[in-house]
C-alpha cells in the first residue's frame, strides 16, 4: 500500500510564503503523475498543481500560476512552494498520486492545513 505523509502547513501573513512537502513510503511505487490539490471550507476539492513522474512536464490551476512551484526529488517526494500567499489560499491541501495516464488520483495523504491572514 502506498502511503503519502504531508507536512509544512501552518499561519502565514498575505504575502509569505510556505514550503509543503509530501513524503510518499510504502510498496516498490512509481506513479504516473502526483499532484497537490486543496480544498477551502465550503468549496469542493480543486487541483493546485501536478507533476509527472519524470518530472518533466508540470501543470498549474490558473489561480496559482506564477506562484506556486511544485517539484520532485528521486524518491517520489514532491513538494509545493508558494509565496505571494492571500487569504484565498486558505484550504487543506493534499498531496494524490495515480498509477497510470488514465486512471484518476487514486492515492491521497490526510492533508495539511494551510491559513493565510490578512
Known amino acids: 500500500q502506498v502511503r503519502l505523509v504531508e507536512s509544512g502547513g501552518g499561519l502565514v501573513q498575505t504575502g509569505g510564503s510556505l514550503r509543503l512537502s509530501c513524503v510518499a513510503s510504502g510498496r516498490t511505487f512509481i506513479p504516473y503523475a502526483m499532484a497537490w490539490f486543496r480544498q477551502a471550507p465550503g468549496k469542493e476539492r480543486e487541483f493546485v498543481a501536478g507533476?509527472?513522474?519524470?518530472?518533466?512536464?508540470r501543470s498549474y490551476a490558473d489561480s496559482v500560476e506564477g506562484r506556486f512551484s511544485i517539484s520532485r526529488d528521486r524518491t517520489w517526494n514532491i513538494y509545493l512552494q508558494m509565496n505571494s500567499l492571500n487569504p484565498e489560499d486558505t484550504a487543506v491541501y493534499y498531496c494524490a498520486a495515480k498509477s497510470t495516464k488514465t486512471e484518476s488520483f487514486s492515492f491521497w495523504g490526510q492533508g495539511t492545513q494551510v491559513t493565510v491572514s490578512s
Open positions: 507533476i509527472t513522474g519524470t518530472g518533466s512536464t
